[in-house]
């Protein structure tokens, strides 16, 4: 499995937090072959926990399917106008837009899911 430093910083907001265990909960739609979904739900574990560091080492398939989710998430409270009436939101999700966007650039290969 090829992997690759993660390449981001991260600050942690209470919309982070609430989201990323919001992807945690709709993993379990991911199929587990090869054991994606099970590592993939370690990933994110290890990120809420702080464990993943710009420096970090991840396999490629998981910052594939975390853009993924980013960009997902990212539109519904962003991009879409769904959520006008709440600022938070709005800006948690413009900075999931900005940060799916840095890792995209940082790793242009890799696929997302």
């Known amino acids: 499995m090829e992997k690759s430093k993660f390449g981001?910083?991260?600050r942690f907001t209470d919309y982070c937090y609430s989201e990323i265990s919001?992807?945690?909960?709709?993993?379990?739609?991911?199929h587990n072959e090869d054991g994606l979904r099970d590592r993939y739900q370690d990933f994110l574990e290890k990120?809420?926990?702080k464990e993943i560091k710009k420096a970090t080492e991840v396999d490629h398939d998981l910052i594939g399917l975390f853009i993924g989710d980013l960009d997902n998430r990212a539109h519904i409270d962003f991009l879409e106008d769904n959520w006008l009436e709440?600022?938070?939101i709005v800006a948690g999700g413009q900075r999931f837009w900005e940060r799916s966007q840095k890792l995209r650039?940082?790793?242009p290969t890799i696929e997302v899911s």
Do not use: G, V
């Not at 919001?22 to 991911?30: A, L, N, T, V, Y």
């Open 47 to 49: 990120f809420l926990s």
């Open 105 to 107: 650039a940082i790793h």
């Open 86 to 88: 709440d600022a938070d």
């Open 8 to 10: 981001l910083t991260w």
């Open 22 to 30: 919001h992807f945690i909960e709709c993993s379990d739609s991911i």
